[in-house]
């Protein structure tokens, strides 16, 4: 089973409320300034200007586009989902996406935006509605935004604090607008990471959304309902001169040799053409572009991990579920910092979780590590970067 994170506007809502940009008045005042002189092209009255936040903005040198995020509000609280994703070649306008909704003043279910609930109450049903029992009162640490940010301790079952946010949220098979706390939870106990929306008048469950899609594809040997291409058994040939051949001479400033025994990019599986597992060395440099100012096994803080775990991915097995990483559950190199070695030769015809006489969990292991590593390098290029919003 495998867990991925989908990306789209209504998760970058989500990646805004719970952790906003810093954003310069300067930076701001630009985006405004943009967005005002752009507002006819956009559909926006002088009365919608009045009533926007920029979520996000920043300035892709690679492109020169200025890339500006706006969010619709409603007396001064955000609007879930009603986001204009905006880009500036110089003044002029030249691509956008999203909406904003016009009939706010006749669909919101309240005219007033001090709730009834408290963003503690609302956290207590979104806690009970998911089936989690707290071990710590729902305490606030701080606020922000007059009130409408809340942020709680993790209450003993959640991996990060638990944040409440109060937003206005349609109802499904509804002509109503709500205003709502949505509360932020990422369990100990699961892979799930909880947006769950409370209504602030009367504390009733709205909606929830997920932000892991679980996806288990199956196999052709297991699901014979499953159709899969050719080239899922060789059947096509790969081009070497294709557009996924990536190289590349530039070299990160900061490298130290490491070496990773896996099924090498771009196969997606040993069946695939040239999906044999090999050795790859120093695989970043490979890596479009410049996604690469840390070696793949150094930590955000300039820490050398000589097992599965860098600044992008921590990849360990977790059979238990536990969400808890260690280096017992990842692959260990053979060779000290600086020179790492990941060197596990698979058999796939026995258990994939035999650590020996086979080892296969640490070559699964490494894969899972080098593949995410790819993932990341591959979508820096097209502009999924720290400042861009990566999730």
């Not at 059947?235 to 990773?260: H, L």
């Not at 579920?321 to 596990?344: E, H, K």
Request: some cysteine.
């Amino acid at each position: 089973m495998r867990k991925f994170f989908p990306l789209l506007i209504s998760l970058l809502f989500c990646a805004f409320s719970i952790s906003a940009q810093n954003i310069s008045v300067a930076d701001e005042n630009r985006a405004i300034s943009l967005v005002s002189a752009s507002k006819a092209a956009l559909g926006l009255s002088s009365e919608d200007l009045g009533n926007v936040k920029v979520a996000g903005t920043y300035f892709d040198a690679s492109s020169g586009v200025t890339r500006v995020y706006l969010n619709q509000t409603y007396k001064a609280v955000p609007v879930l989902n009603q986001i204009l994703v905006l880009a500036y070649k110089g003044d002029k306008l030249v691509s956008q996406a999203g909406s904003f909704n016009h009939s706010l003043e006749k669909l919101v279910n309240v005219k007033s935006i001090i709730p009834s609930v408290t963003a503690a109450s609302a956290v207590q049903s979104a806690l009970s509605d998911r089936g989690l029992h707290a071990s710590q009162m729902a305490v606030a640490l701080n606020t922000k935004d007059n009130g409408q940010k809340v942020e709680f301790s993790n209450m003993g079952i959640s991996h990060e604090n638990i944040t409440a946010q109060l937003m206005w949220s349609s109802v499904e098979n509804s002509n109503t607008i709500h205003l709502t706390w949505q509360v932020y939870i990422i369990p100990k106990t699961t892979s799930d990471y909880w947006m769950v929306r409370v209504d602030a008048t009367n504390n009733s469950i709205l909606s929830i959304d997920n932000l892991t899609d679980y996806d288990n594809w199956g196999t052709p040997d297991f699901n014979s309902n499953i159709k899969y291409p050719d080239f899922a058994f060789g059947g096509n040939k790969q081009d070497d001169n294709g557009p996924f051949n990536f190289k590349t001479t530039e070299d990160p400033s900061v490298i130290t040799t490491a070496s990773y025994r896996v099924v090498p990019f771009p196969a997606e599986a040993p069946t695939f053409p040239l999906g044999a597992h090999a050795i790859k060395t120093d695989p970043w440099l490979a890596a479009p572009g410049n996604a690469t100012s840390l070696k793949w096994n150094t930590g955000a803080g300039g820490t050398d991990y000589a097992y599965t775990r860098g600044n992008n991915v921590w990849a360990y097995q977790d059979r238990a579920n536990a969400n808890t990483g260690s280096i017992a559950t990842s692959a260990s190199s053979s060779t000290p910092v600086p020179s790492l070695t990941f060197d596990f030769t698979p058999n796939y015809t026995v258990d994939p979780t035999q650590t020996t006489p086979v080892p296969n969990q640490q070559f699964n292991t490494t894969n899972l590590f080098y593949w995410n590593n790819i993932i990341h390098d591959v979508m820096y290029v097209y502009g999924f970067t720290e400042a861009a919003y990566n999730f």
